[in-house]
């Protein structure tokens, strides 16, 4: 398997400008989630799916953000409008049959600089 | 809910040392543990994890460690460290109830010759 798959790897938009972020999971996982990272905060959970249902999006920082999971094989962040605040780099992450028992297999991120 | 500290965002060592990143948790409820590396413009690898039974788990690439739920701990170690061993290492938590993983900040270690 080719693991989890993000793209774009890097994204540079300009302040108020709509930010798409795309995420394949691991087929078969039915457990996906989207990480934030920055130097100042860490990892940050932003939101939760199971079986394409969001579960948990208590991380959402605010109504800018909004996360979808169409299929069992596709997730998107949006964000709109981007702030320079949001210049972090984003993991999405998926498991087999939620965390606990199992490990969360995370994608390589998308660095995204809002200016 | 759960937290997770780690104590040390640097720790520099000379390759063949011994090294240890340290992690402290808080849970009102059981927990299970993990350890993650994340190396330069990589996503996160699973290093090891805790779920129940012997408290010293042992990892890939020759990491282990040791859960001790009296000190709310879940230190990282290794015996012998190497270069390619420099990266960042994420401490994890779940609480046996739980949806997703809790990350303490992340401890960077730095290998040198």
């Known amino acids: 398997d080719a693991g989890v798959i993000q793209s774009p790897r890097h994204e540079v938009t300009e302040m108020g400008q709509e930010v798409t972020l795309r995420c394949k999971p691991i087929s078969g996982h039915n457990s996906l989630f989207w990480y934030r990272q920055t130097m100042m905060r860490g990892l940050e959970l932003l939101i939760y799916?199971?079986?394409?249902?969001?579960?948990?999006d208590s991380g959402m920082p605010e109504d800018r953000f909004s996360a979808k999971m169409p299929n069992a094989s596709f997730s998107t962040l949006k964000i709109q409008p981007s702030e320079p605040r949001d210049s972090a780099v984003y993991f999405c992450a998926s498991s087999p049959r939620g965390v606990r028992n199992t490990e969360a297999f995370f994608g390589q991120g998308t660095r995204l600089t809002v200016v | 809910a759960q937290s997770v500290t780690q104590l040390d965002s640097q720790v520099p060592v000379f390759e063949e040392a011994p090294v240890e990143l340290r992690c402290n948790y808080s849970?009102?409820?059981?927990?299970?543990l993990f350890w993650y590396v994340q190396y330069p413009n990589q996503g996160l690898q699973l290093l090891l994890k805790y779920l129940s039974g012997s408290t010293l788990v042992k990892g890939i690439n020759g990491f282990e460690a040791e859960f001790n739920k009296s000190q709310t701990s879940f230190h990282l170690r290794k015996p012998s460290v190497h270069i390619s061993d420099t990266a960042e290492y994420f401490c994890?938590?779940?609480?046996?109830?739980?949806?997703?993983?809790?990350f303490g900040k992340g401890t960077t270690l730095s290998v040198s010759s």
């Open positions: 849970s009102s409820v059981s927990v299970y």
């Open positions: 994890a938590v779940i609480g046996q109830a739980g949806t997703a993983l809790i």
């Open positions: 799916f199971n079986n394409n249902v969001p579960i948990d």
